[in-house]
Each structure stands twice: as structure tokens, then as C-alpha cells.
């Protein structure tokens, strides 16, 4: 789904907005995660930019209940937990 004018241009900022986010948390573009492998189906680059758009444009600037500082030690103790090591690669690497 393509659309021109104004309407299509504000999602282009907000994701935008979210990459920038993202780098300046992460330390590094997201866009070299978010290309499109040939085994995905193909709605995987739109899922991949609403996702981006609402973690990193909607949810991490939200400072009312927790500062960025707050947010990224508690993403960084869930990732632990879990084992997950990526994302531990990118919180640490930027403090």
C-alpha cells in the first residue's frame, strides 16, 4: 500500500524519528537489521516498521514514570535474565 501527500509523510518522520532514537540509545542504525530476508513473508518490512515506530518513536522517549537512564538499566537486567545477549550488546556498548 503506497500512498503521496502529506498523509504518507508524517509516517516517514515518526520512523525516522524512531531510527534516530535508536541510534542515539544503541550506539548504531537499525537499518542494517531491518532488510528483508527471501524465507519472510512479505508484509515482514511493514511489521519490521511499526515495530521500530512503537518501541523506539512511541515507547522509549516516554520519560513520565521512568527517565531513559531507568528504562535501559531495567531493559538491560530483562536481557540478562533471559539470557538474551543482543540486546545487551547495544545497551552497554552505548553507556
Not at 498523509?7 to 537499525?30: C, K, V
Not at 524465507?39 to 514514570?65: L, Q
Amino acid at each position: 500500500m503506497t500512498t503521496d501527500g502529506p498523509a504518507s509523510a508524517a509516517p516517514d518522520a515518526r520512523y525516522a524519528a524512531a531510527l534516530d532514537t535508536a541510534e542515539r540509545l544503541l550506539g548504531f542504525r537499525l537499518e542494517r537489521f531491518l532488510g528483508t530476508a527471501p524465507s519472510e513473508p512479505a508484509n515482514a518490512a511493514d511489521f519490521k516498521r511499526i515495530a521500530t515506530v512503537h518501541a523506539f518513536g512511541d515507547v522509549w522517549p516516554r520519560t513520565e514514570h521512568l527517565d531513559t537512564l531507568a528504562r535501559a538499566v531495567a531493559s538491560v537486567a530483562i536481557a540478562a535474565a533471559l539470557g538474551v545477549h543482543e540486546p545487551l550488546r547495544g545497551q552497554c556498548a552505548s553507556r
